[in-house]
C-alpha cells in the first residue's frame, strides 16, 4: 500500500520533508518556530510569490501519457520564483513554501518535491538560498506556493519602467520552448517517440532552467530596465514598452534564430514556431535593455531595439510593423481566459 | 448577471484590487514589477506563510447557513500571519498574497477580500505593514496564501525553546472563542437564533483579532519564549515545551475562567467549553514565558507556571496531572487527520 499524506500527520510529514531541503547562511533562523530570520544586509529584502495550481499549471498524468512528478513541480516552483528575484538583478536568499495536498497525495510525491526545490536550486546556481519554513494544508488539489526573498546587494532594483529611445534590447536563456513542451504534452504522442528536440522542450517546459547569473551581471553591466519572461514576449515586451513608455521593436531574424530549435516540433504538431516563440511562457528567458555600445554581457543576445513611445504605434513592433497573432498563444497566457 | 473573475483578463482584476490595499512606508518598492522592495531596516527580516484552503479553513456556505464572505477570509488570512510575526516579537511590514480562485468567483468576492485585508491590517494596529506583491492563479477551489515580512527591529527574535523552569506561563487575547464559532457554523443553530456569546464566538472565529501590541511589548519587557496559539493550547503548550524541555503545568482556575465565556454557547451545543480551551485553535492568542517576579505586560494574564523538564511527566500538565482529552478536538487541528 502506497503511504499517503493522509496517514501522517502534519509533523511526521514535515519531518520527512526538512531534511531533504538545503540550508544556507543567509538563513539565520530556520524552520520550526512562528516565523523564520533571514538576512537583509543592505536593509532591503526583494520579495516575490508565486503559485502552480494541479491542472492548470501542471498535470499528473497528461494526455501524451507523460506524469509530472513532485520533484518537476517542486523544481518548477523553485525555478520560477528564483528568476523572479533574478529579474531585478538580485540574488535569491531564501524560499518560503505552502503546499496544499489532497490527504490521498502519495508522501513520496511531496519527498520528491523537497528534493526537487532542492536540485533547482543547486543546479541552477542560487546555492545562497534555502527554504527558510512553510505551510502545510490538505485540500481537494496540489497547489504550490513559493514567496522567495532576495538581496540587491547594495544595487538599485532594475525595473521594467527604465527602458529607453536608443536602448538594445537582449535575452539571457531561451523562448518558446517551454510552450513547444506544453503542446507535446498535451498531444497523442508519446514519451517514446520524441526525438532530442522534443525531449529537451518537455524538460524545459518540466524543469524550467532560468539564468540565474545573467540578473546581477546584467544589473552591474548597467541594464536599464529587465523583466522575467513568464507570460510570453510579446505580452512581457509589452509591458516594458508600456511601462517604460517606450516601442519595443523586435528584430525578424532574431525571432526567426530563436525558432529555429523550435522547427521540427512544429512540423510535427503543425504549428508555427513563431507563435511559440512570441507567445510561449515559462522558459523564464531574461529580457533586458542596455545603453546602446556597451558590450552585452555573457549570456546575452540582442533581439531588438528600443525606440521612442509613440501614441500611433503599438507597444511591440516587429522590424516597425503591429505583429499579426497567427495562433491563439500569441497573447501569451491568461489564467482565466475561458 | 454578476461579473465573475474569468469575465476579467488577471490585469483588469488586479486593477480592481490595488486601489483596495493600504501603502505604507516599508514597502520601498510596490506591485507592478518582477519582485518588489522592502526595508529591513536592521538587517533582518522575519519571514512566515500561512494558507487557507476552501471547505477546510472555511466555508462559502456553512451547515448553519452563514457564508464566509471575501472580507472575511481577507481579514483571517491578515490576521493568522500578523500573528505569526507578532509571536517572534516583531512588527509587520509587509504582505505577498496568492490568491487561486475558480473562473465562477465574482469579483465582488475577490474585492471583499481585498477589503478585508485592508481592515484586518488597520483595525489589528499593523499599518506599518502594506501589501507589496501578488500572485493569481485560476483553481477548483479557493486557496489564499500570504507570506509577511516583518522587522525584530533590532530586538533578537523570542523562539518557542527560551522558557525556563520557573517562568511564568500568561496568554495575551482569546483561546476556545474561535473553536466555538466553527462549532456553531457547523451546527444547525441559523444566526438569528444567536445570543451575544454566539454572536462574539463566530466573529472571532471569522475574523480573529491576534493581540498585535503584545509581541513587541512582551519581548521588551523580557519574554523567554513566545508562540501563536493557532492549534489549540494543549498542542502548542506542547511545542513549548519540547522545544525548550521544561513541563508547562496549567493553572486550573485560569482555565475555568478562560472557559467562562463559552459556557452558555457549550450548553446550547452539549459540549465542554474546557475542550475548546484546551484545543480550540484560530483565536490566535499569544502564549508567552516571563521570568517570575516581573511584572507581566498590560494585557497578559498568567495562565500556569514552567516546571523542570522531566522524562516522567507529559510536557504538559494540569495541577501537576496529565490532561484527560474529553472531546475530539482536545488533541488540536491536524490538516491531514482522517
Known sequence: MTLTAGDLDESALLARIFPRLNSSASVLLGPGDDAAVVAAPDGRTVVSIDTQVQDKDFRLRWPNGHASTGFDVGWKAAAQNLSDINAMGAVASSMVVSLTIPSQTPVKWVEDLADGLTAAIKELGAGD???????????????VTVAILGSLEGREPVLRSGAQAGDVLALAGTVGRAAAG?????????????????????????????????GPVA?????????DISDGLLRDATRLAKASAVVVDLDPEALLTLAEPLWETAALLGMDPLDWVLGGGEDHGLLSTFPAGIPLPAGFTAIGSILPGSHNSPP???AGKAPQPAGTKTAGWDHFAR
Open 129 to 143: 538560498c534555502s527554504v527558510a519554513g512553510g505551510d502545510l494544508s490538505g485540500g481537494s488539489e496540489i497547489v
Open 182 to 214: 506544453w503542446a507535446l504534452l498535451e498531444s497523442a504522442i508519446p514519451i517514446a517517440d520524441f526525438q532530442l528536440e522534443q525531449e529537451d522542450a518537455v524538460r524545459i517546459f518540466c524543469r524550467p532552467r532560468p539564468p540565474l547569473a545573467a
Open 219 to 227: 544589473a552591474k553591466a548597467g541594464a536599464t530596465a529587465m523583466l
Open 316 to 318: 511591440v513592433t516587429i
